[in-house]
């Protein structure tokens, strides 16, 4: 069973198109990251949502909204993509706010 | 702020050992990760430390944490070829628990 699983593993899209893409962690964590992941691989926290409610928003274009329907999933969605969102973004999950997290195997985006 | 600062390159030959240092700059830290990243994986859990310990050792890895200095190294006995990898260091620091992330260090195993 993947503890922490997101889809899709690929998304390769044009600019100015919305997407999304879903986490779901089935290890009953209260605290759930999405993580961005440039060409550099430098790992960088966008959101964190413990038990649906975002406690942790840095710095990210409001094109990107987190939505968390309930504690075991938190969706991204990016409207208006741009060549600059290329990247790879993990979601991650931890059973408190910023202990030991579990990732997911990330989501390569490519913006064309 | 806060910060953690790791090499960014690592190269050791097989069978030798790998150690990769980390600094971080919040004195108040409770927590200290390695993690581990896979080509084309996530990132996975190694190891952490409370800041009240000075060691620990699991199998072929070892943490040694030197809290007056600030510095964390991760110390992987026999380096095989499965260790290339991506290795970040991570903190816990403040009431708030926030998680700082070091930039990776990249370890190269060469046969």
């Known amino acids: 069973d993947t503890a922490v699983s997101q889809t899709p593993k690929y998304l390769v899209t044009q600019m100015g198109n919305d997407k999304s893409i879903k986490c779901e962690q089935n290890?009953?964590?209260?605290?759930m990251y999405w993580y961005k992941q440039d060409s550099k691989k430098f790992l960088k926290i966008m959101f964190s949502y413990n038990n649906k409610e975002l406690i942790i928003n840095e710095t990210v274009p409001n094109r990107f909204s987190p939505k968390s329907p309930d504690k075991a999933h938190l969706n991204l969605h990016i409207n208006s993509l741009e060549l600059g969102d290329s990247a790879v973004y993990f979601c991650?999950?931890?059973?408190?706010?910023?202990?030991?997290?579990?990732f997911g195997q990330g989501t390569r985006l490519t913006v064309v | 702020g806060e910060d953690v600062e790791q090499s960014l390159f690592l190269s050791v030959r097989e069978g030798d050992s790998s150690v990769i240092n980390c600094t971080y700059t919040?004195?108040?830290?409770?927590?200290l990760y390695w993690y581990k990243q896979e080509p084309g994986a996530g990132l996975q859990l190694l190891t952490y430390i409370f800041s009240n310990m000075d060691m620990k050792q699991d199998q072929r890895l070892t943490v040694l944490l030197n809290k007056k200095d600030k510095h964390l190294s991760l110390r992987i006995a026999d380096t095989q070829t499965g260790d290339s990898a991506i290795y970040f260091c991570?903190?816990?620091?403040?009431?708030?628990?926030?998680?700082?992330w070091g930039l990776g260090t990249s370890l190269a195993v060469n046969p």
């Open positions: 919040d004195s108040s830290s409770t927590y």
């Open positions: 991570a903190e816990s620091s403040g009431n708030n628990r926030k998680l700082i």
């Open positions: 290890l009953g964590h209260d605290t």
């Open positions: 991650a999950s931890s059973p408190i706010l910023n202990t030991e997290a579990f």
